[in-house]
């Protein structure tokens, strides 16, 4: 009987928590043409909602109220400046976070040559892993290569040889679409010296666990002491099979990327 | 499997997941006004409420209004694929259990006799009832266009009658069609289609007869994931296009001087519950975006809509009734019960 009563009140305090609910706001939209950029880069904000402010700021931290109200475009000069912005507006609840890194170019890169990708992503020509071109959120953009296979291989040459200390590789995560980050990114460098290819690093990426929604995610493979070549590969292990809580568990993964850069 | 067409049925499965929040949101307070200018409402998102467990619904896909005030929605939960409102939200009545892809629902008022157009995705066929849902008439997969090998090609998502009788069929999810018969169901031709010309539709999820000018009578065709309307002579001619950057329309619903549609989705936040509805003035600018950005031209170029307020996931369709309140039924939003929107005055 207590045990009843308990419930009841309980429930009765959850709805009532509910009734005095409302709304949330949608998230503001970031405009941008790439999100990787040479010397500097302008992003707006567009969020066209009366009784509404949207604030962001470029040092990482969430947003608060406090922060600065988006007015005119920002002006972005630092690599790795993340952009994040959320609407607040009286009789609503704030927005969810939306955040963007941009990236600011590195060395220069005379050429690629890449696994050919899927007929249906094929990017947008032989130059889209290097075009500076992408962070596009929707799989439908053309700055994307799409693979199902298994491994995908990208040769890097430089016209000089380079001093590369990281490595950067953007991908599409797009889990309820198929499309994950891939398992492992294996770098190598050619030491001409030796006239073979040397490790240069590797990583390993877990999708075990779910990630909603649809996002750009960079991936960077560092070497502290860093090489100095004029040809560095990439080799990329798709995701063979999609985890026990996706609805095509066991199924192969899809890896879209749009762009590769060394610094 | 394809991956396109894995997510549209995975979308599906995941209505089930979903119903909690919806069920929580049921519970908003109507203090927020949603749409601009002359168009502007408040919502009651608990006006189609009812008990789950008597009178389920899986998407709630469209709304008519009769001429006895009833609100009519069609949805493809085989256990009542019709039900009958009153104005109040009050449950009527109830028929149909053969519909499990009842999609379009169309009323026609049929020298004195209403009559519904339903049409069926999983059936591929176009059927017309009396609204006690006794059947009239099966429209089958147009053969006689010679565009169809067979019935699974073809997936009826609208229908528009003209006052002659004329039926145009949308195969919105099928070949993009459009095909018009006769009263009869006699096939009389076919346009639009799939390609790359203006004329051409991708996602031809609805159709409606335009006759806000009595001169110039025409068809308005939905170009969904080209985020547009077209118009068409009442024989198929392409007259133009309406752009709607961003939004995700469905069918457009005429009703006076306006033209009301739900956006399923905005182009800018795909497959996460971004939808809203939007309203067209006679000379078919966007006027008012409910629970979506302001509406602003710039060189008569419409700027890109969104959702901006999270008070619908995926709108499906919309109804206005004879008083002007607008209601809005929802694809794969967690088994949501349509919302009435009364406006602010």
């Known amino acids: ?263 | 499997m394809d991956r396109r067409k894995f997510i549209q049925q995975s979308a599906i499965v995941t209505a089930g997941i979903s119903y909690m929040p919806s069920f929580l949101s049921a519970k908003e307070k109507g203090n927020i006004v949603l749409g601009h200018n002359n168009k502007r409402y408040r919502i009651d998102t608990k006006w189609g409420a009812l008990d789950f467990s008597r009178y389920p619904v899986k998407d709630c896909h469209e709304m008519v209004q009769d001429s006895q005030g009833r609100i009519i929605l069609l949805t493809n939960e085989t256990k009542n694929n019709v039900i009958i409102y009153d104005k109040k939200g009050k449950l009527l009545t109830t028929w149909g259990a053969e519909y499990p892809g009842a999609h379009g629902l169309t009323l026609f008022n049929e020298n004195g006799e209403e009559v519904l157009f339903i049409c069926d995705n999983n059936r591929h066929q176009v059927i017309k009832t009396n609204l006690q849902g006794r059947v009239l008439l099966t429209l089958d997969y147009p053969k006689e266009t010679g565009e169809y090998s067979k019935a699974e090609e073809y997936i009826p998502t609208e229908t528009t009658i003209a006052p002659n009788g004329d039926i145009y069929v949308a195969d919105g999810y099928g070949k993009d069609f459009i095909i018009q018969y006769d009263s009869k169901g006699k096939y009389i031709r076919h346009w639009g289609g799939r390609g790359t010309e203006q004329k051409h539709l991708k996602n031809a999820h609805g159709v409606c007869y335009d006759n806000r000018d009595n001169n110039n009578p025409l068809l308005i065709v939905t170009s969904r994931e080209q985020n547009a309307f077209k118009r068409y002579t009442l024989d198929g001619k392409y007259i133009d296009t309406i752009a709607l950057p961003g939004a995700w329309v469905c069918r457009p619903v005429i009703h006076g001087e306006f033209l009301y549609a739900a956006v399923l989705q905005s182009q800018s936040r795909l497959w996460q519950q971004s939808g809203f509805v939007t309203i067209l003035d006679k000379n078919n600018k966007v006027v008012s975006n409910l629970a979506g950005s302001i509406p602003t031209y710039a060189n008569n170029t419409l700027d890109e809509m969104y959702q901006t307020v999270k008070a619908f996931q995926y709108p499906h369709d919309v109804c206005i009734d004879d008083e002007e309140n607008l209601y809005v039924a929802q694809w794969n939003s967690g088994h949501v019960y349509p919302y009435k929107l009364t406006p602010v005055v």
Not at chain 1, 227 to 246: C, E, G, Q, R, Y
Request: a positive charge; charged letters at 20%.
């Open chain 1, 1 to 263: 009987m207590m045990k009843n009563i308990l419930l009841i009140f309980l429930c009765g305090i959850t709805c009532s928590l509910f009734a005095q609910d409302t709304f949330q706001l949608a998230p503001p939209l970031l405009k941008y043409g790439s999100i990787f950029f040479t010397g500097k880069t302008d992003i707006a904000i567009k969020f066209a909602q009366i009784g509404t402010s949207v604030h962001y700021t470029i040092d990482g931290n969430e947003p608060t109220v406090n922060d600065l109200i988006y007015k005119k475009p920002i002006t972005i000069t630092n690599n790795f400046t993340t952009v994040k912005a959320k609407a607040f507006g009286k009789n609503f609840r704030p927005s969810e976070t939306v955040a963007v890194t941009f990236i600011n170019d590195g060395r220069p890169i005379q050429s690629v040559k890449q696994t050919a990708p899927n007929s249906k992503y094929p990017g947008s020509g032989f130059n889209t892993l290097i075009d500076n071109k992408g962070g596009i959120e929707q799989s439908s953009s053309s700055t994307w290569m799409g693979y199902n296979c298994d491994t995908v291989s990208i040769h890097l040459n430089f016209a000089n040889p380079q001093q590369v200390n990281k490595v950067l590789l953007d991908f599409l995560q797009n889990e309820s679409g198929w499309i994950f980050l891939p398992e492992k990114i294996v770098v190598s460098w050619f030491d001409k010296s030796r006239n073979s290819f040397q490790k240069f690093g590797t990583i390993e990426i877990n999708s075990d666990a779910e990630t909603p929604g649809s996002h750009c995610v960079y991936k960077v493979i560092e070497s502290k002491a860093g090489f100095s070549t004029n040809i560095i590969v990439a080799d990329i292990l798709v995701k063979k099979n999609m985890p026990a809580w996706h609805a095509a568990k066991g199924e192969h993964a899809w890896m879209f990327i749009d762009e590769i850069k060394v610094y």
